[in-house]
């Protein structure tokens, strides 16, 4: 159950504190920071909505640190990244910088920038996993968090990409690319919606019109440029709005949440569904949740994928723990375990290549979930994320011209 913000303040006081700084921890060897997490506690605040994650983290990754480590690692569920970036400023404004309530966070994109430009983010130390090695940072796509450079800052803990997902026995041929979306969703009266923004999913849809609006990503990439943001900015809107009135209950609503839509899909509601992690669909109807004869899908003019992260904050009493929970996410065979069907269905954020005989049989071995669209058929029409600016004028530009 996602606990009040404020009861996780209470988490400091039972926080195992390590006695390094950080400074001291980037000039010791990566045998002396294990000497020092010995016995720590890491509390670690994520997104807390899928029950296969959550038992991957408690089970699997917990049971592992605590036998060979003696480290504690407590799960905090969360709903929103962002309330937690700004718990982490409020302590720094209150002069909190050693006792902090967070010691690792699952997080990318806006607030990221955000930890990143606030220095609230503890930096230079990745080097030092020894897993790091497996991590090929000359991708522009693993190296860059929403064309925002990691440096350091941030350690990779899957690669995603979007993916729509429809019941074939009702909708047999879906749209192929989001021309034919438009066209689809003003042809079928009330069987679809989108999450109003700020949910991360829904804002993520709105990128994929707003990139069609623009005739591709090309123009968009790099910094902020407002001239351009207005100009696609006032086709996005105009798309949008036209749509309105064949959305779920003709648009007086949406969905707040990722979760709300995947009810509505799964009662019938609305006829498609979509998420970053397409893993998610199989989990979906393996539980149940889902008919069986869910499939998923990219568009052929392209999906968004990007990389997600785990940080330690700046204030983190626990830097030595976080790092040795960092290294094991980073493991082959942690990245192995988390990409079963079975266990999470997610991919990994190394190259696999580099790992170990034993682990490159392991994924070579994995038979995808019928309902899952495979990673590589995705990849074929990957669209790059945009940078943070143009996610926040996106985000606020809907709220004026659509949402109201």
Known sequence: MLRPLAALLLL???????????????????????????????????????????????????????????????????????????????????????????????????????MKQGELAFCGYTGLLPNDALVNWDNPAIANDFGVPVDGCEVPWNTVQFAFAH??????????????????????RGKFTYPAPPDFTGSAFLRHVFIYAAGGPESLLGPFDQAKFDETAAKTWAILNEIEPFLWREGQTYPTTITQLNELFANGEVAMT?????????????????????????????????????LIPFNSPNKAAAMVVEDLLLSGEAQLEKAKPQVWGASPAIEVSRTTPDVQAGFAGIVGHPSVVPAAELAKAALPELQADWLTAIEKGWLENVGN
């Open 274 to 310: 979509f998420n970053y992690d397409p893993a998610q669909f199989g989990i979906a109807v393996d539980a149940g949740t889902y008919a069986d004869t869910t499939r998923s899908f990219g568009l052929s003019d392209g999906t968004i994928g990007n990389t997600n992260y785990t």
């Open 167 to 188: 019941d074939s026995a009702t909708l047999a041929e879906p749209p192929a690319d989001m021309g034919a979306l438009i066209d689809w969703i003003k042809a079928n």
């Open 12 to 114: 400091t006081a039972a926080a195992q504190a390590d006695t390094a700084d950080g400074e001291a921890l980037k000039a010791m060897t990566w045998d002396q920071i294990v000497e020092e997490a010995q016995g720590g506690t890491v509390n670690w605040f994520m997104w807390g909505g899928a029950d296969t994650i959550n038992s991957y983290v408690s089970g699997y990754l917990a049971d592992r640190l605590k036998a060979e480590y003696d480290i504690t690692l407590n799960r905090v569920p969360i709903t929103d990244a962002a309330d937690i970036v700004n718990l982490i400023l409020s302590e720094k404004e209150a002069g909190v910088t050693d006792t902090g309530t967070v010691d690792l966070i699952w997080i990318n994109g806006e607030n990221f920038r955000s």
